[in-house]
């Protein structure tokens, strides 16, 4: 069992950055790999970002691929994604989420473990 919780939104106009952080209480965060999610106003929610446990291995959505960055800290059980460049199309809750596995990491299905959300506006 691991809870997660998110930190680090808030609103930002266009071509900022903001760093968010989802801090995992489990002391095996380790053999997690963790993925970004995030949910536009009325959509789906949708694949951002994820890393394996042993950082060797990432994978983004294409639109993100170039302006986001997500890096763990084991020592510090949290995962962080950097935004660079938003566009007011990032506008969502951005979740994390913990999974045994980093099969399909794109698969909301995977991951049995979900933050509360924290929420990103991009906005002038």
């Known amino acids: 069992q691991v809870q997660l919780v998110e930190s680090g939104g808030g609103l930002v106009q266009p071509g900022g950055s903001l760093t968010l952080s989802c801090a995992a209480s489990?002391?095996?965060?380790?053999?997690?790999?963790v993925a970004w999610f995030r949910q536009p106003p009325g959509k789906e929610r949708q694949f951002v970002a994820a890393?394996?446990?042993?950082?060797?291995?990432?994978a983004y959505l294409e639109s993100a691929k170039d302006r986001f960055a997500i890096y763990r800290d084991n020592a510090k059980n949290t995962v962080y994604l950097q935004m660079n460049s938003l566009k007011p199309e990032d506008t969502a809750v951005y979740y994390c989420?913990?999974?045994?596995?980093?099969?399909?990491?794109?698969?909301?299905?995977?991951?049995?473990?979900w933050g509360q959300g924290t929420q990103v506006a991009v906005s002038s």
């Open positions: 989420a913990a999974s045994h596995t980093y099969s399909q990491p794109d698969n909301k299905e995977n991951y049995a473990y």
């Open positions: 489990a002391r095996t965060f380790n053999d997690y790999a």
């Open positions: 890393i394996d446990r042993t950082r060797r291995k990432m």
